[in-house]
């Protein structure tokens, strides 16, 4: 292991905490995750479960001396640690040496204000002096205390030298995510697929708000009330459509972060290479490219959790690097480093720490703190391919291993300062900027009940198919049957009106697997009902008819008429549980038996100013309903 600075050797996490219980000599390590034990006997053996932190609650902010009460049933004696903000690394502290009393209970006063303002993990370790032991983070948010090492320096890293900043983000104003990504910086899933947590990742607005701006912090907050799957979050930095950042060789990613150590917390930050994201199929490369396999480079995987079944060792994580689906590359490297014995001999989950990785066309260099804990040759795939990041706070999932949250309410934090990212090449002008969304003068009509807030789309709400994506949907109520006064995606008004027929009703619809302002654009509709479109401002124009159905699918056509009846258009559409959360376009003609997928329809080219959709069903049990329409202009 190579070191760019200091490197200060530290005890074992047992001795860092003052005590050990006693052990008998004839016990075994744990043999479930070697890597992390090493076959050392005096590590995750021995740990039961026995500490409740009764004040303050997990999670939560405090200011200034703050009594912490808990209990630890079978427990004698409970030793209180927190990391300072003394010196270059910082320092560990002891908050208190508590014999509890006889209802297994004690408390301290933790002083605040003398320790780093923000995130603060405050740390307990109990013992009953029969070999026995727990440990449990209690993660809380210093609203005081003294600002240390917040935000991004004024230096550049190191392993960056000769390239330039090509992207950064303090975390210190408004978040900008969206669920994939269009109209800001992040997406809020896995780009091209395959979302790994136990507990969900969800949107920025979704169940539970994972996502929160403090400071100048990101915070991901992982939770699970009572009766749901929990939620999560993830940040992806491009989009489906391949925009975003992503870098050529030579190139530096750093994220500097804390995460919590509890049972199955699988904090991480990592790249990929591109592939065929943004891709059309019908490029001749795509094949290829697909064929190529891909390259994941973990920069950072902590895995959280102390004691027999938890992979946790102190202050160990793991960095590794995946070729996937790539043949004769032998096996992949991978390291463990102990962050007990570098920057100062403080784990992850203690205090911030930064994490790099360098990518040239030779050598792929991760870093902690600015030392070289992995070294490997450059695989053919990163070389020839843009590199993307991601920052996420998985909760168990296809990691395998077990997770238990019940004891932190489940309840527990991510916390992260800043990401940048460094190129030895020039990046084209506007890099990294949030592009535009849709198409400009965009009109979006979505039908709503009128007090259904999961029909209502916000204003900061985007849906639609991902080139034709808009914000400022107009909530059509159908407790009304005209509508004037409607506005564009900018938000500008529009001479457009829209009545509907006497009979006009409205339909709750099934979303399918969409998410954010789709899941709200596809759970309401309008049946039994022609759509009359009157005014459209342009020469020539689309439309898109965004289609809902209930529990079952339906069959049938949907029409593009003139004002006097005529059609001018018609397609067959088959609305099923196959077209789920995907936005696949109608194909076949009126009448025709059509494919299991379709949600919508688009009629191009139209020129009529004036015009009205009809919807026919043709079979299944469904409910079938308009759920909303767009009038896009074009050339």
């Not at 870093?367 to 996420?392: A, C, M």
């Not at 302002?517 to 005014?535: F, N, Q, T």
Request: include cysteine; hydrophobic fraction near 35%.
């Amino acid at each position: 292991m190579k070191s760019c600075r200091l490197v200060c050797a530290a005890a074992t996490f047992l001795a860092a905490l003052v005590f050990t219980s006693a052990r008998a000599d004839n016990v075994k390590a744990s043999e479930e995750y070697p890597e992390f034990y090493n076959g050392d006997s005096a590590k995750g053996i021995d740990f039961v479960q026995s500490i409740k932190v009764l004040a303050p609650r997990y999670c939560s902010n405090v200011k200034g001396d703050v009594t912490v009460v808990f209990e630890a049933k079978g427990m004698t004696r409970v030793l209180a640690r927190c990391w300072s903000g003394e010196g270059e690394w910082g320092k560990d502290t002891v908050l208190a040496d508590v014999k509890l009393d006889a209802r297994s209970r004690g408390e301290f006063v933790f002083h605040a204000d003398r320790y780093p303002a923000g995130p603060t993990t405050i740390r307990l370790q109990a013992i009953d002096g029969k070999g026995h032991q727990d440990y449990c983070e209690l993660q809380v948010y210093n609203l005081g205390g003294v600002k240390w090492k917040q935000g991004i320096p004024k230096s550049d890293p190191p392993g960056a030298k000769g390239m330039n900043l090509v992207y950064k983000d303090d975390f210190d104003g408004p978040l900008s995510i969206s669920p994939d990504g269009r109209g800001a910086k992040y997406a809020a899933h896995k780009t091209g697929g395959g979302d790994f947590s136990g507990w969900p990742f969800s949107d920025q607005e979704g169940d539970c708000l994972p996502f929160g701006q403090q400071d100048t912090y990101l915070r991901i907050h992982a939770s699970k009330p009572f009766g749901t799957k929990g939620r999560t979050g993830i940040l992806s930095s491009i989009r489906p459509d391949g925009t975003g950042v992503a870098v050529p060789v030579p190139a530096y990613f750093e994220c500097r972060l804390i995460c919590h150590s509890a049972p199955g917390s699988w904090g991480a930050f990592w790249t990929l290479s591109k592939g065929t994201i943004g891709m059309a199929k019908d490029d001749p490369k795509f094949a290829e490219t697909k064929a190529g396999g891909c390259d994941e480079l973990d920069v950072l995987e902590c895995y959280g959790g102390y004691g027999p079944r938890n992979p946790n060792h102190g202050g160990k994580y793991g960095v590794t690097t995946h070729w996937w689906g790539q043949k004769d590359m032998g096996k992949a490297p991978h390291a463990f480093p102990d962050a007990m014995k570098m920057a100062g001999g403080s784990s992850w989950s203690w205090t911030f720490h930064t994490y790099g990785l360098l990518i040239t066309e030779t050598d792929t260099v991760y870093y902690f703190d600015d030392v070289e804990v992995l070294r490997h040759p450059t695989g053919p795939v990163t070389k020839s391919q843009d590199t993307w990041f991601l920052i996420n706070y998985a909760i168990a999932g296809i990691s395998g291993w077990p997770y238990d949250l019940e004891r932190y309410g489940n309840e527990s934090d991510m916390w992260v300062d800043w990401v940048r990212v460094y190129c030895g090449k020039e990046m084209p002008k506007g890099f990294g900027e949030v592009p535009s969304v849709g198409v400009k003068g965009t009109i979006g009509l979505n039908f709503t009940s009128g007090k259904d807030d999961e029909s209502v789309m916000r204003g900061w709400d985007i849906a639609g198919a991902l080139d034709t994506a808009q914000l400022n949907w107009n909530n059509l109520p159908l407790n009304r049957k005209s509508f004037d006064g409607l506005a564009d995606g900018e938000g500008c008004a529009t001479s457009v009106s829209v009545a509907l027929g006497t009979k006009a009703r409205h339909e709750k619809c099934e979303p399918w697997g969409f998410g954010g302002g789709d899941k709200r654009l596809h759970a309401a509709g309008v049946a039994d009902s022609p759509i009359a479109v009157k005014d459209v401002p342009f020469e020539k124009f689309d439309v898109i008819v965004h289609l809902g159905a209930g529990i079952n699918g339906w069959s049938g056509d949907v029409s593009l008429l003139k004002p006097d009846g005529t059609e001018l258009s018609a397609y067959a559409v088959n609305f099923g549980w196959i077209g789920g959360g995907r936005y696949v376009e109608a194909t076949r003609e009126k009448g025709t038996d059509s494919n299991k997928a379709d949600c919508m329809v688009v009629f191009r080219g139209v020129t009529e100013k004036s015009f009205a959709i009809q919807f026919s069903k043709r079979g299944g049990k469904g409910t079938a309903a308009v759920a909303g329409l767009q009038i896009i202009p074009t050339k």
